[in-house]
């Protein structure tokens, strides 16, 4: 089992940069696909980016192809994603999550959770 908890989320201008971090505690962090979403409000949770166990292959959304970066440290029991060229649309809760799944494609396919952290990108 993992727990994951997510920081680094806030305020920032369109433009703007941001990079969220999720720590995560508990056994055999490096046997875990993991995945990025994130749900605005009134929507429903959506795919961001997700990485692989050896981080041997990334997959992201098409909406933050291009903007977005997954990355993670299995040293440091964390996965990374730097937001560039933020959009106000971009503006959600944004959550990582955990896979025991070599490539999860569907959410949920993902069986363990942080509780999110938020962004806002104002225009």
């Known amino acids: 089992q993992v ?3 997510e920081s ?3 305020l920032v201008q369109a433009g703007g940069s941001l990079r969220l971090s999720c720590a995560a505690s508990g056994r055999d962090f490096s ?4 995945g990025w979403f994130r749900q605005a409000p009134g929507k ?3 795919f ?5 166990r050896s981080s041997g292959s990334t997959y992201y959304a098409d909406s933050v192809k291009g ?3 997954i990355s993670r440290d299995n040293a440091k029991n964390t996965v990374y994603l730097q937001m560039n060229s933020l959009k106000p649309e971009d503006t959600a809760v944004y959550y990582c999550a955990a896979s025991t799944r070599v ?6 396919e993902y069986e363990y959770w942080g509780q999110g952290t938020q962004v ?3 225009s």
């Open 120 to 122: 806002t990108v104002s």
């Open 44 to 46: 429903g949770r959506e």
């Open 3 to 5: 727990q994951l908890v």
């Open 8 to 10: 680094g989320g806030g």
């Open 103 to 108: 490539v999860p494609q569907l959410l949920s």
């Open 31 to 34: 046997s875990y696909a993991l």
């Open 67 to 69: 903007r977005f970066t």
């Open 48 to 52: 961001v980016a997700s990485i692989t």
